[in-house]
Structure formats: structure tokens, C-alpha cells
């Protein structure tokens, strides 16, 4: 099965994949990026409810300690550690990738902490978004991304894109309004040197999905460089361990929120990593970075935040959300035709031959289905469930509700939308992929 | 091959990912996203 050769790898991809199940996976694609967008957005409000005045590092060390329980306990609830020893089996240097897109992650995450700091969330969430721009430079220019895709798709990707962009500048300008105006220039660079490292991060991912790893699998070994990267960062810059565990202990009852934090983004990064598997990240990314929009009505509806604005703010803030739903469905209506397909298992060709990948894997992974069946669950994929339920119960026990107005209606609201998109995005992935 | 065994020798994995061209680009933007972390803090 091992012995196809590259044109038999793109007859295999080619021919059996029917128009059809493109054009469905597309649509998968398209869907999980707009629930990423509703959870990434979502993953500000726990955040939000943590007093200023920690250290960014604390923040962002705490966040990754939820990020990697949920990284681990997701996966292993889902399919099973056994499906991810396999795939690290096809595709071992994928471990690698996996763990520099961690480091990537956890360096662009405490910049945009320092970013909000100096300049605040509103006007530092568009900067570090420009990422979407950086991720379709690096989608065409490695990954074949938009070539045959004809003008017609070019101009609604850039031009989605420049929308979204132009949106949250908007969005952001409507907020700051209501702000002291204290655009910091170190603000202004860690934010747009977030986007730059969060832009580059795409480059594993696109590279793990077009060598037919799974996403769960991938998020596994992800979170190693993240919780390594971002430990070593705390360490460095707190003072050693003994300082970094004190202020750990000295926040017992933020511990659960900043936990909280994390676990949710994990849920809307799963649909984004799914996304960039099946649209690509000159797609993938733009959608899911509607999460600004998501962030604005937890920000403004939940929170509070429009209360005393001007009649103009809010014009602006409308105008921009308009905007970014523009940008969003020109994006999802510019799916890659058979042609661009085409140039895709390319691409995935070129990794396979490069690292000497199983063709079979990698065909499959490109249609959504497994090519081998890995064994069921195993007693410790149920372990890894308890123990990360146990720290979140234990936290929570702890955490206090910091003394914050909140509209309890429009939350119960948020969030019945977001469990929404998580079940319908769920039972699409499980119905068509089973999460392959 | 066999399914059951690796598609390609994990000792070879770092060898292949260092010859990999792309692998230099987020390296490289990873090293300088640390050094400007270390000015912003």
C-alpha cells in the first residue's frame, strides 16, 4: 500500500474523491472556521473577569495550563490516544512541527497580553489580526493555495480579508473613542509581532494536515512546546520557579477563570484547525478570526461596555461588524474549485515524497477518512478525561466571582449560541470525517 | 510497507525537518518574536 507512487498518490486523491465530497468538506471547512470564530471570541469573557494588575506572564502561563489540559483530555475523550501513537507513527517529524508552532503560539499570546496592557483589547484585537494577512501569504507562497483559482476567487479572499481587516479597524476605532487615547508604540509592535508569529504559526498546521495528520492528534503535541515555551518564559522573566509558583498560589481564586480561559479557546482553535485542513489558511484563518466580532458582542452586550457611548461609537461599532460579516461570506463563498484541488494534493504530494509519508495516509487524511483503524479507547485516555475534570472542579472551588456587572440574559444568550455551533459543528465532523 | 510499521525512521525526522527549507521560516520568526518580547517587558 506504501509503494504508490506520486502520480498514483494524485490518481488516488484525484480521481476517487468525487466533486461532491470536495465540495462537502469545503463546507465543513467553512462551518467549523465560523464556530472557531464564536469560541475564540468567547474565550475573552473568562479572561475578563480577572482583575488587572497581574503579571502577563502569570496570565499567560495559567491560560496555557488550560490549554493543555484541554488539549490532552479533548482528543483522548474523542478518539483516543490510540489514533494519535498512530499517526505519530506515519508522520514522526510532524512532532517537531507540532511543538515549534506551541513555541509560536505561546510567545505571540504573552505579546498580545503586553499589547492589551499598553494599548488595551479593542485596538489591539485588529493589529494582531492582520495574522490572517500573513497566513494567506505563506498559504500561496508554500502551499498552493489560490493557484488556478481564477480572479474571481482571488478578489473574494484578499478583498474578504481587507474587509474583515478594514471591520476591526472600525470596531477598534469605535472603542478607543471611549478610552484615554494612549496608542504606545511597544503596544502597537508586540501587537502586530503577535500577528506575525500567530501568521507563521499556520505554516505547521497547513503542513501537518496536507501529510494527513490529525488535527487532535497534532493539538496533542502542540501543546508540549506551548507549556514548555510558555514555563520557560515565566521562569525567565519572574524570577525562577519558587517566584512563579508563590504568584500561581497568590491567585487561588482567579486560578479557575484563567483556566476557564484557556479550555474554551481550545475548543475554538480544534474548529480552526479543522478549518485550515479543509479550506486552507488563506480561508481558514480569515473566519475564524471573526472572533473579534464575537468578542465585541460579549464586550458590548455582556459586559457593558456600550453603556454611556456616543451615537457616533456605535454607528462605527455597527458599521464594522457589517463590514466583517461581509468579509466573512465572500470568504465562504470562494471555496476552492477542483482546479486549486488540484494544486492542494500538490502540495500534499511534495510533503509525502519529502518526508517519505505513507501515500495511502496521506490521500485519506485529504478525503476526511482514516486509513487505518486504530483500537479503542484504552483505561488511561478515561484518566487523562478525570484528572483534567478534577483540576477544573478543584479550581472552581476556589474561584470567586470577581465583582463585575454583568447582563445575565445576553450571556445565557452567548452562550446557548455558542453550544449551538459547538453540537452542529461536532455531529458535521463526526457525521462526515469522524473527526479525521 | 506495513501499516504497522513507521512510514519514515523517527531517528531521521529532525534530519528532515532541518533540510526542510520551509522549516527555517518560523524558526527565524520565532527567534526574533523572543527577542521582542524581551524589549516589550
Redesign the interface.
Known amino acids: 500500500?506504501?509503494?504508490l507512487t506520486g502520480l498514483q498518490l494524485a490518481n488516488v486523491a484525484g480521481e476517487s474523491v468525487s466533486r461532491d465530497r470536495i465540495r462537502v468538506l469545503q463546507r465543513l471547512g467553512v462551518f467549523c472556521g465560523i464556530a472557531a470564530g464564536a469560541w475564540l471570541g468567547a474565550a475573552e469573557a473568562p479572561a475578563k473577569l480577572v482583575s488587572a494588575g497581574l503579571s502577563?506572564?502569570l496570565i499567560s502561563f495559567l491560560m496555557v495550563v488550560g490549554v493543555f489540559l484541554g488539549r490532552w483530555s479533548l482528543p483522548a475523550a474523542l478518539r483516543g490516544t490510540a489514533g494519535i501513537r498512530t499517526d505519530i507513527?506515519?508522520?514522526?517529524?510532524l512532532?517537531?512541527?507540532a511543538i515549534?508552532?506551541g513555541?509560536?503560539w505561546s510567545?505571540?499570546n504573552?505579546?498580545t497580553i503586553?499589547a492589551i496592557r499598553d494599548l488595551g483589547l479593542s485596538i489591539a484585537f485588529p493589529l494582531w489580526n492582520s495574522n490572517a494577512l500573513i497566513g494567506i501569504l505563506?498559504g500561496v507562497l508554500?502551499f498552493h493555495e489560490l493557484k488556478d483559482a481564477g480572479r474571481g476567487k482571488w478578489i473574494a479572499v484578499l478583498g474578504g480579508a481587507l474587509l474583515m481587516f478594514v471591520g476591526g479597524i472600525l470596531l477598534a476605532r469605535a472603542s478607543a473613542r471611549q478610552m484615554s487615547p494612549q496608542a504606545a508604540t511597544?503596544?502597537m509592535?508586540?501587537a502586530l509581532?503577535a500577528g506575525?508569529?500567530w501568521g507563521?504559526?499556520y505554516?505547521?498546521y497547513r503542513?501537518a494536515y496536507l501529510s494527513g495528520m490529525n488535527p487532535l492528534s497534532f493539538v496533542s503535541f502542540f501543546t508540549v512546546g506551548e507549556l514548555c515555551m510558555m514555563t520557560a518564559?515565566a521562569v525567565r522573566?519572574l524570577g525562577g520557579f519558587k517566584e512563579l509558583w508563590l504568584q500561581i498560589v497568590a491567585v487561588g481564586h482567579l486560578q479557575f477563570w484563567l483556566l476557564a480561559a484557556g479550555l474554551v479557546w481550545v475548543i475554538g482553535d480544534i474548529f480552526q484547525q479543522y478549518a485550515v485542513k479543509y479550506i486552507g489558511v488563506s480561508r481558514g484563518i480569515p473566519l475564524s478570526n471573526s472572533n473579534q466580532l464575537w468578542g465585541l458582542l460579549w464586550g458590548a452586550l455582556a459586559f457593558g461596555e456600550f453603556r454611556g457611548w456616543g451615537h457616533s461609537a456605535v454607528a462605527a461599532a455597527i458599521y464594522g461588524s457589517i463590514l466583517m460579516a461581509l468579509g466573512m461570506a465572500a470568504i465562504s463563498f470562494s471555496t476552492a474549485g477542483k482546479s486549486e484541488y488540484g494544486q492542494w494534493r500538490e502540495a500534499a504530494h511534495r510533503e509525502q515524497r519529502?518526508?517519505?509519508?505513507?501515500a495511502q495516509?496521506v490521500s485519506s487524511a485529504m478525503e476526511g477518512r482514516a486509513?487505518?483503524t486504530t483500537s479503542s479507547s484504552r483505561w488511561w485516555d478515561g484518566l487523562l478525561v478525570v484528572v483534567a475534570t478534577a483540576v477544573f472542579v478543584w479550581t472552581a472551588g476556589l474561584a470567586r466571582l470577581p465583582a463585575i456587572a454583568l447582563n445575565w440574559q445576553v450571556v445565557c444568550g452567548l452562550v446557548t449560541v455558542g453550544l449551538a455551533l459547538l453540537a452542529a459543528a461536532t455531529l458535521f465532523l463526526w457525521k462526515l470525517t469522524r473527526f479525521n | 510497507?506495513n501499516?504497522s510499521?513507521?512510514?519514515?525512521?523517527?531517528r531521521n525526522?529532525?534530519v528532515?525537518?532541518l533540510r526542510?527549507a520551509?522549516?527555517w521560516?518560523?524558526?527565524i520568526?520565532?527567534l526574533?518574536?523572543?527577542v521582542?518580547?524581551r524589549?516589550?517587558?
Open positions: 500500500m506504501g509503494e502577563p506572564f507513527r506515519n508522520a514522526p517529524h512532532v517537531i512541527w515549534i508552532a513555541c509560536l510567545v505571540a504573552t505579546l503586553f505563506w508554500f511597544r503596544g509592535v508586540a509581532g506575525v508569529l507563521t504559526m505554516i505547521p503542513k518564559l522573566y519529502r518526508y517519505g509519508i505513507d495516509f486509513s487505518q | 510497507m501499516p510499521e513507521p512510514a519514515a525512521d523517527e525526522a529532525l528532515l525537518v526542510d520551509h522549516f521560516v518560523p524558526t520568526v520565532l526574533a518574536g523572543l521582542l518580547l524589549w516589550v517587558s
